[in-house]
Nanobody, 115 residues
Framework: VQLVESGGGLVQPGGSLRLSCAGS????????MNWYRQAPGKERELVAS????????NYPDSVKGRFTISRDNAKNTVYLQMDSLKPEDTAVYYC?????????WGQGTQVTVSS
């Protein structure tokens, strides 16, 4: 299983970014996918989930209405559209999946929200 994130960077407050995560080495369309984030000195936090067919998504209150998770199973890719970004969204963002009882992680991509 390999997960590779991209799309992070520096953005001003109120701006937008779209993260991508390409999966390989497993039957991507059979598995739900998640985005997590971890800020310095804080625990890793789940920020978005999507079912295998994209029919259902879920978000914590901290990002609901600002973040949107989606997927393209033809491209084995999951996305996280982040709008109205705030400084407190600054973190390393990871995509993840749970397969056969094991959780797999990408290497992470840094998102910094600052003026």
């Amino acid at each position: 299983v390999q997960l590779v994130e991209s799309g992070g960077g520096l953005v001003q407050p109120g701006g937008s970014l779209r993260l991508s995560c390409a999966g390989s080495g497993f039957a991507f369309s059979n598995y739900g996918m998640n985005w997590y984030r971890q800020a310095p000195g804080k625990e890793r936090e789940l920020v978005a989930s999507i079912t295998n067919n994209g029919g259902s998504t879920n978000y914590p209150d901290s990002v609901k209405g600002r973040f949107t998770i989606s997927r393209d199973n033809a491209k084995n890719t999951v996305y996280l559209q982040m709008d109205s970004l705030k400084p407190e969204d600054t973190a390393v963002y990871y995509c993840s999946t749970l397969r056969s009882g094991s959780r797999y992680w990408g290497q992470g991509t840094q998102v910094t929200v600052s003026s």
